[in-house]
């Protein structure tokens, strides 16, 4: 078991194994994020509790469900389009799109697991091979589902037992039964689906577009949307408008290369050049909000 604190988002982003999760920070926060980590041979396990503000953006890979627990739920969470409230089950499967608006007090325990082992494990069951539909809702209650949840309550009061045989091989056949008997709870709205796809066409055409901050008319372009369906989706999914999004994302996006960068060879308005920054002051004063700190002292701390 391993347990870590981390204030910086590059390192939220890359510590849970198997995801390749984009954290965009959009507040100084009071605490660091603290995570909680067990890897069996069969799973990873990774217990989560937010200490600063952030959106969360992934695609699930090939191979892998994660199933997640909601353990604290504050005002403001939200993850697919759903609020969020302790207790909620999630399951996504391969290929489905996840994004989030975590703010700070949330806590969650996410479980991923191998297509391959669930299947070993439903087969053993006598429950066959996990259907693995698509569906970002919060799982109807069934026996099944009531199991796992209890199941991942008992993992998040103590993680130290998951690393040690039973406790892992129940949670794993409780994930294969759940995965069995899963219809993916009631039927998902279409308008809150339409609204995920937008945002997602979006965030899609940034990652391959040379500018971090678009102009509205590019993301209606990229979305085939209108203005208002495009800022309805960015407040829907991530609670703020596309402009302040990306603003956040640029802001993050610097000060990861500051933290990288060496203060003997670069500078600020270099460093900044690069990322498309043109208006270093006011991106400044924003830098100074959101991090209590200069892009010049993040860029010194690191010499």
């Known amino acids: 078991m391993k347990q870590i604190e981390v204030m910086e988002v590059d390192e939220l982003s890359t510590s849970i194994t198997g995801l390749d999760i984009e954290y965009i920070r959009t507040d100084r926060g009071v605490d660091p994020c603290r995570l909680t980590f ?48 302790a207790g909620q089950l999630f399951v996504f499967t391969p290929g489905t799109t996840f994004v989030a608006n975590e703010p700070s007090g949330l806590a969650a325990t996410l479980v991923c697991v191998p297509v391959d082992s669930l299947a070993t494990a439903g087969l053993e069951l006598g429950v066959g091979e996990p259907l693995l539909r698509h569906s970002t809702e919060p799982v109807s209650r069934r026996p099944a589902t009531d199991r796992l949840v209890a199941d991942l309550w008992a993992a998040t009061a103590r993680p130290d037992l998951v690393a040690h045989g039973p406790a892992s091989a129940s949670l794993l056949e409780s994930a294969a039964g759940a995965l069995a008997d899963v219809a993916g709870g009631r039927a998902a709205a279409t308008r809150r689906l339409d609204r995920r796809k937008i945002v997602s066409a979006c965030l899609e055409f940034v990652a391959s577009s040379v500018s971090p901050q678009p102009s509205m008319s590019a993301l209606c372009r990229a979305a085939n949307a209108s203005e208002s369906c495009v800022r309805q989706a960015f407040v829907e999914v991530f609670d703020m408008p596309p402009t302040q999004y990306f603003q956040y994302r640029l802001l993050n996006a610097l000060r990861i290369e500051l933290l990288r960068a060496d203060p003997r060879e670069e500078t600020v308005s270099r460093v900044a050049s690069s990322l498309g920054v043109t208006h270093l002051g006011r991106t400044s004063g924003r830098y100074r909000t959101l991090f209590d700190e200069l892009p010049s002292q993040t860029l010194l701390a690191t010499g």
């Open 38 to 85: 067990v890897e069996t041979d069969d799973l990873v396990m990774s217990l989560g509790r937010m200490g600063f503000s952030a959106t969360a953006n992934t695609e699930i890979p090939d191979g892998l469900v994660v199933f997640g627990l909601i353990t604290q739920a504050v005002s403001g969470g939200v993850w697919c389009g759903t609020e969020l409230a």
